[in-house]
């Protein structure tokens, strides 16, 4: 939101309250609070008639401050709120005449306590991150419509990105745009966000996180270029300031603050196919799309049932529609038998014509408008209402519902929607903000999902398929960017909202291989193919028309099937990055800059990506193959044709169906699996342990895990001169050891 009008000038409708200097300050226990005035106070008599912003400093986390801007205190401060995680770190606090210090470990808070010269820098040990100062933080009345807002503004510096926010569809660097933290149904064309996370990163390594969960406005170098502005309706803004001193460090520190993303299972990562939206299809369509997936020696791994797997206007019943699945347990039986996993699909709404609804109703389920009758719409399903999450008993009672389709056969869930969600005279049960609840919905209904799967399926067996999420929606993966449109285009602006997700934290992302809307020319499914196999999670998805490759041409049975066997060798190397996004936080799909921070060139790409720390991978958006991307220092190993790339410069090729840039980093031990079949293997046995153009001097370390995450096999290589010495620990398989790259060199086995 805009308050200004220029530099010079507020908008006539708006009175701001601009803390402008220091007054005084307190201190209780590790919080450090800060009084600033709107005006110098050069007498006693200033002080009256006059207001005043409070400003609390504290830590929950070592490297993490957390600033709350304060007008009227006595105004309630509902929720919900966002979990954070708290420790207890060392805080120091230090005053002298000019200054006054608040410290937690390398990152500090330095309030100006000089006359007329208001302003908080943010420092890394001596570097500054970034600032508030004049006219800056300040508290805003809408003289018209008598809404207040409060509002800072942190310094932007030169060569300074922005990046975040959520599922963003918009250029990936945020400067220069407007973003409302509202969760809306918008698809890939437009500004709208299914996942709004009000957190952002820089290029400088730190971050802010805005603690509100309502609909928080940015203005990021748009109104004030200098300058990514915040705003939120009420009388209090809360936000933290993050120092990870890297973008991958802060994006580790933020979910240490929120929660990391649980495992997913090894069998997630194999490929998804589903029925798609508005098809028509019954056991017979399935088993057929199954078989021939079998029959053109395609490797498929889940299976996803969509809205109609229950009957029409009823949902959400969570029971098969009996004239097109009269036997649901014997289909899932019979698929189970065949390998595969099922998924269906779930939402929170229910229709007023499913069994449910009355159910919900007489029992208090359902949320309620201010005068206690149920709240409903005909958008989406007639009559619909939904669950109220805030109550526990409702959430038994859903998940109740979900167990029954556990106990006959279904593994998993596609958690749609969650994003539709009023705000006008609305109670919920626990008498939460429904402006915040309206973001905030989402966690509560997936966090209701997974917790059962977790309970149902044991931890690391969990795996969902979401739709809508804030901030910790990370700890329930795999996340979904769909509802694309079979283009170029579409395919590279779900790329960028991909990287922009991972920008706050969610290490699992998938999207619609081939586009939702409308059905792709083959060339662009084969490319997608591409793509979407080497996304973290891959699944085949559309709206009006079935996905399955022999419907597009031969060559693209062919295509999948090599990406897919492709996919499923790689999974030692993988699942370990999948288990680093679990421990650490770091996602499996990275912004180049993200882990090549120091070169300048990586800051502005986003039609590539990092899969993990190894692998760079290049999707190609044009029907001539031609692909133009960069490639950082070193030489790379293009996995697929088996050529050297010199790092340091950009390179235009071109490319057929079975090929594309799939870079190996140098001084890497990859590890490759000796089943192309499957996901979810033994990852030891005959694991082909590759090194990667090793450089004298150098040194490289792996490590190969279990189906649980555990690490069984750590592999370290070191070369000097000619030879390269591979240390093994752990369990002992059928390994070997070849060398990829521009020399030959010897290989020295030992084990230690």
């Known amino acids: 939101m805009k308050f200004t009008d220029g530099y010079w000038s507020v908008k006539k409708e708006m009175t701001p309250l601009y803390a402008v200097e220091y007054a005084d300050s307190r201190r209780n226990g590790d919080e450090l609070t800060i009084y600033a005035p709107a005006k110098h106070i050069g007498s006693r008599g200033d002080i009256l008639n006059l207001g005043m912003l409070t400003i609390r400093l504290s830590s929950p986390m070592e490297d993490v401050i957390k600033v709350s801007v304060v007008h009227f205190e006595g ?16 805080v120091t606090i230090e005053e002298t005449e000019e200054f006054l210090t ?9 309030v100006d306590k000089r006359p007329n010269s208001w302003g908080i820098r943010f420092l890394d040990g001596e570097r500054e991150l970034t600032n508030t100062g004049f006219r800056n933080m300040a508290n805003i009345l809408n003289n018209e419509t008598g809404r207040t807002y409060t509002v800072d503004a942190l310094a932007i510096d030169v060569d300074e990105y922005i990046y975040g926010l959520g599922e963003r569809f918009t250029p990936f660097v945020k400067n220069g745009q407007v973003v409302e933290m509202w969760n809306e149904d918008g698809g890939t064309a437009s500004e709208i966000s299914y996942k709004n996370i009000p957190f952002y990163i820089t290029n400088k390594g730190y971050g802010v996180l805005l603690d509100n969960e309502g609909d928080a406005s940015y203005e990021i170098a748009s109104e004030k270029v200098e300058r990514i502005q915040f705003s939120v309706e009420g009388e209090r803004l809360d936000y933290y300031v993050i120092n990870g001193q890297t973008p991958k460090g802060t994006i580790q520190k933020y979910t240490e603050l929120t929660g990391k993303p649980a495992l997913p299972p090894a069998w997630s990562f194999g490929l998804w196919l589903t029925t798609s939206f508005t098809t ?6 399935t088993s057929s799309f199954i078989q021939g997936m079998a029959d053109r020696d395609i490797p498929l791994h889940v299976f996803h049932f969509d809205c ?14 009996p004239n097109t699945f009269p036997d649901p347990e014997g289909m899932l039986k019979r698929y189970h038998d065949r390998g595969l996993k099922i998924c269906v699909w779930i939402n929170p709404y229910i229709g007023q014509k499913s069994p449910l609804f009355a159910e919900g109703m007489e029992h208090g389920y359902l949320v309620k408008k201010a005068n206690g009758d149920v709240w409903q719409t005909d ?3 007639a009559g619909m209402g939904l669950v109220d999450f805030t109550n526990p008993e409702a959430v038994k009672w859903y998940q109740g519902k979900l167990k029954t389709l556990l106990d006959m056969g279904v593994d998993c869930f596609k958690t749609d ?7 006008k005279d609305i109670a919920y049960h626990d008498g939460s903000d429904p402006v915040k609840m309206h973001n905030y919905y989402t966690f509560l209904y997936n966090k209701a999902v997974f917790e059962l799967l977790e309970q149902e399926r044991g931890e690391g067996e969990a795996v969902l398929f979401a739709r809508s999420a804030t901030v910790g929606g990370q700890q329930f993966p795999a996340h979904w960017g769909g509802d694309c449109s ?14 922009s997700l991972a920008c706050g934290g969610f290490g699992f992302w998938s999207h619609d291989i081939s586009g939702f809307e409308n059905t792709a020319p083959a060339d662009i499914y084969k490319r997608w193919c591409q793509f979407g196999l080497l996304s973290s999670h891959s699944r085949l998805h559309g709206s009006t028309s079935y996905r399955v490759p022999w419907l597009f041409d031969e060559e693209a049975c062919a295509v999948l099937r090599k990406f897919v066997k492709l996919k499923c060798s790689l999974m030692p190397y993988l699942y370990r990055q999948a288990v680093l996004a679990h421990e650490e936080g770091t996602p499996m799909m990275r912004p180049m800059f993200v882990e090549f921070p120091e070169d300048r060139a990586c800051e502005t790409l986003d039609k590539q990506y990092m899969l993990g720390e190894s692998l760079l991978v290049a999707p190609i958006f044009k029907e001539s193959g031609e692909v133009e991307y960069y490639v950082p220092e070193g030489i790379w190993y293009n996995l697929l044709t088996g050529e050297n790339v010199e790092g340091g410069k950009w390179q235009k090729e071109t490319y057929d169906y079975f090929h594309m840039p799939l870079l190996v980093r140098p001084n890497t031990i990859l590890a490759v699996g000796s089943n192309s079949d499957r996901p979810d293997y033994d990852y030891t046995e005959g694991v082909t342990l590759y090194l990667v153009n090793m450089e004298d001097g150098k040194e490289a370390e792996t490590v190969v895990t279990d189906l649980q995450g555990n690490a069984v096999l750590t592999v370290k290589a070191v070369r000097k001169g000619e030879t390269v010495t591979v240390c093994t620990e752990g369990r002992k398989g059928n390994i070997s050891c070849k060398l990829l790259g521009k020399e030959n060199l010897n290989i020295l086995a030992e084990e230690a």
């Open 308 to 321: 109609f797997w229950m009957e029409g206007f009823e949902w959400c019943n969570f029971t098969w529609d």
């Open 486 to 499: 079979a283009s170029y285009p579409s395919m590279a602006e779900t790329l960028r909202s991909g990287l």
């Open 280 to 285: 028509n299809y019954d056991e017979a369509t």
């Open 417 to 423: 929607f969650g994003e539709r969600i009023p705000v």
């Open 102 to 110: 608040y410290q937690t470990g390398h990152t500090k808070a330095v």
């Open 75 to 90: 105004t309630a401060y509902k929720g919900p709120f966002a979990e954070v995680r708290c420790t207890s770190p060392h």
């Open 379 to 381: 958008m989406w399903q």
